[in-house]
């Protein structure tokens, strides 16, 4: 007679070093996903000033021309009778003629005519997530160039 033995099923389980390698693996996964989404959104931020500038700057010119007055914003500190500029950063300025950026002057401003047209002026923000570069047109009020660098 023969003694039945219950039947297990065999269970496969996993080792500890393949547990470790696993969860290794999903850190290393999850930190990379942090790394980026915190990348994006600096980004993103960047982009957002720089419209805010670019709409800004077109508002000026249209209110210029629609009300055939001048209209100017304020560069540098100092200035009571202009609006300001909202960089959002650290502003530097390349005039028309200039060779590098620089600092505004106390009181300088960028004016818009009734006519239409503004100086053609360069402007670099530099913000905690990276940096903005714009070459405004002088007849659109448009940035014709625009450079964004993320902080990586």
């Not at 269970?11 to 390698?21: D, G, K, N, P």
């Not at 047109?137 to 160039?145: F, I, K, N, S, V």
Request: hydrophobic content about 40%.
């Amino acid at each position: 007679m023969h003694l039945l033995r219950p039947q297990h099923p065999i269970t496969r389980a996993f080792t500890l070093l393949e547990v470790c390698i696993a969860m290794g693996i999903g850190a290393l996964m999850i930190g990379i996903a942090v790394m980026g989404v915190s990348g994006v959104r600096e980004e993103h931020q960047l982009r957002k000033t720089a419209s805010g500038i670019e709409m800004q700057v077109r508002q000026s010119l249209l209110e210029a021309i629609s009300e055939q007055r001048s209209v100017r914003i304020a560069l540098g500190s100092g200035t009571t009778d202009a609006q300001p500029l909202n960089a959002g950063g650290l502003l530097s300025i390349r005039r028309y003629g200039e060779k590098r950026f620089r600092e505004p002057l106390r009181g300088e401003i960028w004016e818009f005519s009734p006519t239409g047209i503004c100086e053609p002026i360069e402007l670099r923000i530099l913000a905690p997530g990276g940096s903005i570069e714009m070459a405004f047109d002088p007849l659109t009020g448009c940035a014709r160039e625009r450079s964004i660098v993320v902080k990586g």
